[in-house]
Protein backbone atom coordinates (compact mmCIF):
# COMPACT_ATOMS: atom_id res chain seq x y z
CA UNK A 1 0.00 0.00 0.00
CA UNK A 2 1.18 3.27 -0.82
CA UNK A 3 1.73 5.85 1.67
CA UNK A 4 -0.31 8.26 2.79
CA UNK A 5 -0.37 12.00 4.65
CA UNK A 6 -3.98 11.54 6.02
CA UNK A 7 -6.77 8.95 6.98
CA UNK A 8 -10.36 9.54 6.57
CA UNK A 9 -12.51 6.87 8.20
CA UNK A 10 -15.96 6.87 6.52
CA UNK A 11 -16.52 3.53 7.78
CA UNK A 12 -20.53 3.35 8.46
CA UNK A 13 -21.15 6.14 6.10
CA UNK A 14 -23.84 5.43 2.66
CA UNK A 15 -23.81 7.73 0.19
CA UNK A 16 -23.05 10.38 -1.03
CA UNK A 17 -21.21 11.00 2.84
CA UNK A 18 -18.08 9.20 2.01
CA UNK A 19 -17.19 11.50 -0.91
CA UNK A 20 -18.55 14.48 0.73
CA UNK A 21 -16.14 13.82 3.73
CA UNK A 22 -13.20 13.28 1.03
CA UNK A 23 -14.08 16.38 -0.61
CA UNK A 24 -13.67 18.08 2.80
CA UNK A 25 -10.47 16.38 3.73
CA UNK A 26 -8.68 16.87 0.29
CA UNK A 27 -8.92 20.30 0.30
CA UNK A 28 -7.16 19.99 3.67
CA UNK A 29 -4.16 19.09 1.96
CA UNK A 30 -1.27 20.52 0.09
CA UNK A 31 -1.44 19.41 -3.89
CA UNK A 32 0.12 15.93 -4.64
CA UNK A 33 -0.44 14.71 -1.04
CA UNK A 34 -1.77 11.41 -0.49
CA UNK A 35 -5.30 10.46 1.02
CA UNK A 36 -6.65 6.80 2.23
CA UNK A 37 -10.33 6.53 2.82
CA UNK A 38 -11.71 3.08 4.36
CA UNK A 39 -15.64 2.90 3.96
CA UNK A 40 -17.50 0.46 4.41
CA UNK A 41 -20.20 1.11 1.39
CA UNK A 42 -20.56 -1.03 -1.53
CA UNK A 43 -21.53 1.92 -3.97
CA UNK A 44 -18.03 3.59 -2.96
CA UNK A 45 -16.18 1.56 -5.72
CA UNK A 46 -18.02 3.29 -8.20
CA UNK A 47 -18.38 6.76 -6.29
CA UNK A 48 -14.65 7.03 -6.51
CA UNK A 49 -13.64 5.92 -9.60
CA UNK A 50 -16.07 9.04 -10.87
CA UNK A 51 -14.81 11.18 -7.94
CA UNK A 52 -11.28 10.71 -9.44
CA UNK A 53 -12.59 10.99 -13.07
CA UNK A 54 -14.59 14.54 -12.62
CA UNK A 55 -12.09 16.26 -9.90
CA UNK A 56 -8.14 14.84 -11.70
CA UNK A 57 -7.88 13.66 -8.00
CA UNK A 58 -5.43 10.10 -9.14
CA UNK A 59 -7.02 7.34 -7.83
CA UNK A 60 -3.65 5.45 -6.81
CA UNK A 61 -5.23 2.20 -5.14
CA UNK A 62 -8.70 0.51 -4.25
CA UNK A 63 -9.26 -2.77 -2.91
CA UNK A 64 -11.56 -4.48 -0.36
CA UNK A 65 -11.46 -6.85 2.82
CA UNK A 66 -13.72 -8.63 4.65
CA UNK A 67 -16.31 -5.71 3.49
CA UNK A 68 -14.39 -2.65 4.22
CA UNK A 69 -13.22 -0.75 0.98
CA UNK A 70 -9.76 1.20 1.33
CA UNK A 71 -9.28 3.58 -1.25
CA UNK A 72 -6.08 5.90 -1.74
CA UNK A 73 -6.05 9.05 -3.45
CA UNK A 74 -3.78 11.71 -4.57
CA UNK A 75 -4.94 15.19 -4.65
CA UNK A 76 -4.04 16.57 -8.02
CA UNK A 77 -1.60 19.36 -8.40
CA UNK A 78 -3.33 22.89 -8.89
Known amino acids: ?4 DKEL ?3 GLNCPLPILR ?3 ALNELA ?3 VLQIVA ?3 GAIKD ?3 FAKQTGNELIASHEL ?3 FTFVLR ?3 Q
Open 40 to 42: TDS
Open 66 to 68: NGE
Open 48 to 50: FQA
Open 1 to 4: MPTF
Open 22 to 24: TKK
Open 9 to 11: DAR
Open 31 to 33: PGQ
Open 75 to 77: KKA
